[in-house]
């Protein structure tokens, strides 16, 4: 029942609640009236409101209702049906009974004055920001280096040897510009020869080679002729780039220390089974290789690794079962090319065979893992390498996570 005395007020926009509250408290200073006001709005934005002394009526274009208020607990008759609404104890939301069966059939908001009204959309948008920031902070706790795509320009003009032990050096890489250290303390050339058990002739050209390409640079020491190294930062860094890249690809550095110890077991294993003509195997050139080819979204090593998977589809296994041509793959000549900077037309039985054994020593390392069939892809563990805090695609990241061990 609509009372004599009700006042009607329209209200448009988004500003409505705020009008709707400045009109209502002119409203019962001017009748010297007590009373609350209940608003809902449609999808528009638009609403019609009805007040006076404890009773309210709120009319939208398809339905109208009459409310009286008792405290905690609302009597509510709509469209010949009776209903009673209940107050949460945070005052957060109306639980709302059928009045005859006693049974709850639905909720709504209780949108109080001076509350912000926030849409669902909106709620969810702020959930997951929350939830990637979490992440992110999670992340940022555990220490990663940062890889730009660009290092692949470069992964070439260096010897296979020499990338291979540039990786073994990703353990010692420090924040804030300060030389490769261990356990806290900076080495020196002599140092860093003795970690990486090679003589120190090779390691001063392979430092030296590694300054030439701009990874790399010196930093003098307090002793005559004595050098330490860090990042140049154009590449490679802790911590973040000045010039930041979207989709730069970040390396653990706890996990990517057990997998140099990994290959290096694994590598041992391939050696000793030779028994003439002994290969020299370098594998982790190859992982240096593959990290600017991660897909963003999807951990597949790909060329087309920053094309958006779900543009069209809303998960990753969607658009791998619906898009047989998703994936560009990477060739082996292209991977051999990058790797070891020789422009071949087509790799030999030896080639062939190398590439294959560093591929089947990053398996054993829990490096990559295969999908095999048709279109054979390979899969960078995403406990390794990341791309992104925020995961799109949960599923697809918690059954890549299921194939590896570390």
């Known amino acids: ?23 209502y408290d002119a409203y019962q200073k001017e009748k010297g009236v007590k009373g609350n006001l209940h608003i809902k709005l449609n999808k528009k934005m ?34 010949g049906k009776k209903f009673i609404w209940k107050l949460t104890e945070d005052e957060m939301y109306w639980l709302i009974f059928d009045a005859e069966t ?7 908001m209780n949108v109080r004055l001076g509350d912000t009204v926030v849409r669902k959309e909106d709620r969810e948008r702020r959930k997951q920001i929350q939830k990637k920031n979490e992440e992110l ?12 795509r660009a290092i692949r320009e470069i992964a ?15 353990p010692l890489v420090s924040f804030a510009d300060k030389p490769l250290s261990l356990e806290g303390k900076p080495l020196n050339q002599s140092q860093i020869a003795e970690y990486l058990r090679i003589h120190q002739k090779v390691a001063s050209e392979f430092l030296h080679a590694y300054v030439e390409l701009g990874i790399l640079e010196e930093v003098k020491g307090e002793r005559n002729n004595e050098k330490f190294y860090r990042l140049a930062g154009k590449y490679i860094v802790k911590g973040e780039f000045e010039e930041k890249e979207r989709y730069s690809v970040k390396v653990f550095q706890k996990q990517i220390q057990k997998v140099i110890e990994l290959v290096e077991i694994e590598t041992k294993k391939y050696i000793n089974q030779q028994q003439k003509n002994k290969m020299e195997l370098w594998p982790l050139s190859l992982l240096l290789t593959l990290l600017p080819y991660v897909h963003y979204q999807a951990h597949i090593l790909c060329e087309n690794y920053d094309e958006d998977f779900f543009k069209n589809y809303s998960t990753i296994s969607q658009a791998l079962k619906y898009n047989k041509r998703l994936i560009k793959q990477l060739t082996d000549k292209k991977i051999w090319r990058e790797m070891t900077g020789q422009d071949v037309v087509k790799l030999s039985v030896a080639q062939q065979k190398k590439l294959k054994i560093y591929f089947d020593i990053l398996k054993k390392a829990n490096v990559i ?13 995403p406990n390794l390498v990341f791309i992104t805090a925020f995961t799109q695609d949960e599923q697809w990241t918690k059954t890549l996570q299921g194939l590896f061990t570390m």
Not at 1 to 23: D, E, H, N, S, Y
């Open 137 to 148: 902070e999670w992340i940022k706790k555990r220490g990663f280096i940062q890889f730009k």
């Open 102 to 108: 006693g049974k709850q059939i639905s909720s709504k």
């Open 369 to 381: 893992a295969t999908f095999d069939g048709k279109n054979k892809m390979y899969i960078i563990n």
């Open 156 to 170: 070439g003009k260096s010897k296979q040897y020499h990338a291979h032990l540039f990786v073994k050096l990703l």
């Open 1 to 23: 029942m609509i009372p004599q005395m009700a006042v009607v007020i329209f209200f448009t926009g988004k500003f409505g609640i705020i009008l709707a509250g400045m009109a």
């Open 46 to 79: 638009n609403s019609k409101l009805h007040f006076s002394d404890g009773v309210f009526l709120i009319q939208e274009k398809s339905w109208r209702f009459s409310m009286i208020k008792k405290g905690r607990i609302r009597y509510v008759e709509e469209n």
